[in-house]
């Protein structure tokens, strides 16, 4: 496996926010380091969908709430897989941050065109989201 040689930051130091889509079509592996600070006590969530509009080159509408979803704005929460100790989370339950930890996740990216981040859940601090992706060609 090669790396694809860039580096994505989703969200940096921010309280609740969520990131634009990022177009994942060309990686195999998508992997996650999720850093908070000192003070972090949220989640953060992944959200993956296919592409829309003309040839799927445009983004899922990542902002709508879950329950106003539509065929303009199809995407879900996703699943990954902590790097650590190799345990799956569930994307609808999101990955909880408590302190200055650092989180290593491989998100489930199995075909999908594009991929936010969003933290909720905010009680205290921030967090930054930096992505990497893989390819095998």
Known sequence: MRRIPQQTTLLSGLATSRSAGWRI?????????????????????????????????DSPNFKINPESRSSLSAWDFID??????????????GIALSGNVIRLVEVNTNALDWLAVEITALVAGTATVIAAGYTNQ
Do not use: C, H, P
């Not at 990954?80 to 339950?93: F, M, Q, Y």
């Open 25 to 57: 079509s060309d990686y195999k592996t998508i992997v996650l380091s999720i850093i908070g600070s000192s003070t972090a006590n949220l989640k953060v969530f992944v959200k993956g969908g296919l592409g829309r509009g003309l040839e799927y080159n």
């Open 80 to 93: 990954v897989v902590d790097l650590e100790d190799n345990a799956s989370i569930d994307g609808d339950t």
